[in-house]
C-alpha cells in the first residue's frame, strides 16, 4: 500500500504542474487542461485521504468533482469555439478584446 505521504507529495506536484500551466499559457485549450489537472489533484488528495482514514467521504466528494469537471469541460469548450469563430484564434489575451 502507498502512504499518504507519498499520495500527498503526488498530488502538489500535480497541482503545482496545473498552476504553472494556467499561469504561463495563453492558448485557452491548455488552460482548460491545466485545470482539469488541477482538479485531478485534489481528486487525489480526497481519496488517498479518505484511504488512510477508512471513511468513504472522500471518495463521493471526488465524484462529485470529477461532475463538475465535466461540466466544465463543457462549458469551457463552448467559450473556446465561439472565440475561435470570432477572432480565428484560441489565444486568451485576444479574449479581452471581445466586445458586445
Do not use: T
Not at 19 to 26: A, D, F, I, K, M
Request: net charge positive; glycine share 6%; hydrophobic share 65%.
Amino acid at each position: 500500500m502507498i502512504r499518504l505521504p507519498m499520495i500527498l507529495f503526488f498530488s502538489a506536484f500535480l497541482f503545482s504542474a496545473g498552476v504553472y500551466g494556467v499561469l504561463v499559457r495563453r492558448n485557452a485549450v491548455m488552460i482548460l487542461m491545466a485545470i482539469e489537472l488541477m482538479l485531478n489533484a485534489v481528486n487525489v488528495n480526497l481519496v488517498g485521504f479518505s484511504a488512510s482514514l477508512k471513511a468513504m467521504n472522500g471518495q463521493v466528494f471526488a465524484l462529485f468533482i470529477i461532475a463538475v469537471a465535466a461540466a466544465e469541460v463543457g462549458i469551457g469548450l463552448a467559450i473556446v469555439i465561439l472565440l475561435f469563430r470570432n477572432r480565428e484564434s484560441i489565444n486568451i489575451d485576444e479574449a479581452s478584446q471581445l466586445k458586445w
